[in-house]
């Protein structure tokens, strides 16, 4: 079983789905912020890693995951509880952050920068082959190639083999044919693959 | 089977989400293919690294600006707009407002002090006359007129429809001219307020007649 759903599972036997039930009626009626702090601690790392997966930058993730949560404070009462919250929440995420991307493509600047040749963390981060055994470095290895994949891509990857839902899951979540899944995922796999790969290779000792 | 078909379609073989046919073929190209097969596990390499990675850490700012945010979510649309004009840009269209309410009140009693009387600010000029008969009413207040027209040109009566007038005296025959006018029909009660004020300059009057059944 994967970590994140393991986690996931610990939390959630922990809280149990009733405690969740609670804590949003607790906000819908009585706009209870500690009831709506408790949430988002149950959220927060979840969402934080799939923004910051996403977008590759930490501050704009993390003000991004706040302004989701935001989001999701002031659109609670439109949560009907018919799916799981996640669901909900991840819906929220994922509109921000493919606005987010579109937004910043009309930056020039940006996108002059993200055109710049290799990148600069294989000459400083990944050094030393000796240090990056780290899980932390290996999350960072893995969010900087993903940036390197188009982000219409670069989300089902994320959806589908980081956060583990399914093809259907994800159709429903991005609002496109199931077909469209599947060959992002395929195309979106392929080149992650093909940057990983290359990029393993030039920093030579990494392991994986 | 061909190798670039064998590729297309790995991403989905991995995840056994081939139709059986397909499925079958890709596993015996395998079995031949070294550099397919090298692809297979590259790509399930890649997908077991992706399953196995952490959570992100949070960073510890993180809650800090979410309550800042949550706050303001909260505040009523008011207080936003408070909280952006501050206080002394309030102050400042404050007076700007009171300046221009001076200005423009002193403009009014400038150019407009002749036509119009103004008490407190608003205008009691409009008199409503009611009466059974108004045919005779009108005949008498065409006689009114003549009686108190005031010399001056611009103030000359004018009739505007058969039972509206615009009428303008003397500021010292009002009391008499409302006291005529009592007798042509019942007046609206504003009037007792010019009543008992004395008025120099020309007023100028609205008045209406305004049928009643007898016995009313």
Redesign the interface.
């Known amino acids: 079983m994967k970590d994140i759903e393991k986690e996931t599972y610990k939390i959630i036997s922990e809280v149990s789905e009733n405690y969740e039930k609670e804590l949003i009626k607790k906000i819908k009626e009585e706009k209870d912020k500690d009831a709506f702090f408790k949430l988002v601690k149950i959220y927060d790392r979840r969402i934080y890693s799939l923004v910051y997966r996403f977008l590759g930058n930490k501050e704009d993730a993390m003000e991004l995951t706040q302004d989701i949560f935001v989001q999701a404070y002031k659109k609670l009462h439109q949560y009907r509880g018919d799916s799981p919250f996640i669901f909900w929440l991840q819906r929220i995420a994922i509109n921000f952050c493919l606005n987010k991307i579109k937004m910043d493509k009309k930056d020039l600047l940006k996108k002059a920068e993200s055109l710049d040749g290799k990148p600069n963390f294989l000459y400083s981060t990944y050094k030393n082959p000796s240090d990056i055994v780290e899980e932390k470095e290996k999350n960072n290895f893995v969010r900087q190639c993903l940036q390197k994949v188009s982000p219409t891509f670069r989300m089902v990857v994320i959806l589908k083999d980081i956060e583990g839902l399914s093809y259907e899951e994800i159709s429903k979540l991005l609002k496109c044919s199931l077909g469209t899944v599947k060959s992002r995922l395929s195309r979106g796999r392929e080149e992650l693959k093909k940057i990983l790969f290359k990029l393993k290779d030039e920093v030579n000792e990494y392991e994986m | 089977m061909k190798c670039k078909v064998v590729?297309?379609?790995?991403?989905?073989y991995i995840?056994e989400?081939c139709e059986v046919g397909v499925r079958e073929s890709i596993r015996k190209h395998l079995e031949k293919c070294k550099d397919c097969f090298e692809e297979l596990s590259?790509?399930k390499?890649?997908?077991s690294?992706?399953?196995?990675?952490?959570?992100?850490?949070?960073?510890e700012?993180?809650?800090i600006?979410?309550?800042k945010?949550?706050e303001y979510?909260?505040t009523p649309l008011w207080k936003k707009v408070y909280l952006i004009f501050n206080l002394k840009t309030a102050l400042v269209m404050l007076i700007g407002i009171l300046i221009g309410m001076i200005i423009g009140v002193g403009i009014v009693n400038v150019f407009f002090k002749d036509s119009k009387q103004f008490i407190g600010g608003r205008n009691y000029n409009h008199v409503v006359v009611k009466t059974p008969d108004l045919a005779m009413a009108s005949d008498k207040i065409d006689e009114l007129r003549k009686k108190y027209k005031t010399e001056s040109e611009q103030f000359t009566a004018a009739k505007i429809i058969p039972k509206r007038y615009t009428i303008v005296i003397n500021g010292n025959d009002y009391e008499n001219f409302v006291k005529e006018l009592n007798k042509v029909g019942f007046l609206n009660d504003k009037i007792m307020v010019l009543k008992q004020q004395k008025y120099p300059k020309p007023i100028t009057i609205d008045l209406e007649l305004e049928e009643i059944k007898e016995g009313e």
């Open positions: 590729r297309e379609n790995l991403s989905l995840d989400k590259k790509l390499h890649l997908v690294v992706l399953k196995e990675l952490p959570y992100e850490e949070i960073p700012e993180f809650y600006d979410l309550d945010k949550i979510a909260d």
